[in-house]
């Protein structure tokens, strides 16, 4: 079982939805939680940092950790066709290394 | 800030030939890494640099790979003899400190024909 589980997708939503992205986890120590949005072609971009448990909200954008079920979202308001791209989940180790997820394919229809 | 450079942004190559390929950090970021992805196995780390001195290259996966940081506005990752399996996009990414997110470069394609 891999550390950081994260459903590669495609997900496919039409423009204007609320999107959810999740991650899983197994280790419980980790603290820190990252977003990532990847464009093809283009290296990650970091677009949440949270750390422990709760929300935190940019613009569109949420994130929300549950330690407790070691579980993350990241949730895209009015989804808009310039929000598709690959989304990784990422969580620093006890060596500070980051843990990456797989990474979901978003696909936001016009 | 021009972020992170890498250089070249594309590169074919012939199996058995040297390539080299180059990074420019973030001025003032302590922390540089070396990643390789592929549709398969996703973003590994290779190596990663603390104050130009290599701290972890246990992902670097043969000795056919090797890194250097002469300072702290550059490092190279040499892959000598290439292999067909060694295409992949390779990125590089400066950190202010391990607990930071990375600014990642735009990545060098590297096909290995």
């Known amino acids: 079982q891999k550390e950081v589980e994260q459903d590669p997708g495609p997900l496919s939503v039409p423009e204007g939805a609320i999107v959810s992205l999740n991650c899983t986890y197994s280790?419980?120590?980790?603290?820190?939680f990252m977003w990532y949005r990847q464009y093809s072609r283009k290296g990650p971009e970091l677009l949440m940092y949270?750390?422990s448990s709760g929300n935190k909200e940019d613009g569109r954008f949420t994130a929300q950790v549950d330690k407790s079920s070691k579980y993350i979202s990241l949730f895209i308001r009015d989804s808009q066709p310039s929000d598709s791209a690959t989304y990784l989940c990422?969580?620093?180790?006890?060596?500070?290394?980051?843990?990456w997820g797989a990474g979901t394919k978003l696909i936001i229809k016009p | 800030d021009a972020g992170v450079i890498q250089s070249p942004r594309h590169e074919v190559t012939e199996m058995g030939q040297e390539v080299t390929l180059r990074c420019k950090p973030i001025?003032?970021?302590?922390?540089l890494f070396w990643y390789r992805q592929t549709m398969m196995r996703g973003l590994e780390l290779l190596i990663y640099?603390?104050?130009?001195?290599?701290?972890?290259d246990s992902g670097m996966p043969e000795d056919r790979f090797s890194a250097k940081m002469p300072n702290a506005s550059f490092s190279t990752l040499k892959i000598q003899p290439s292999e067909p399996r060694d295409s992949a996009v390779y990125f590089c990414?400066?950190?202010?400190?391990?607990?930071?997110?990375?600014?990642f470069g735009s990545g060098t394609r590297l096909t290995v024909v």
């Open positions: 990414a400066s950190s202010r400190g391990v607990s930071y997110g990375y600014t």
């Open positions: 001025s003032g970021h302590d922390y």
């Open positions: 640099f603390n104050n130009n001195v290599p701290i972890d």
């Open positions: 280790n419980s120590a980790f603290q820190y």
């Open positions: 949270t750390y």
């Open positions: 990422a969580m620093p180790d006890s060596n500070y290394q980051l843990i």
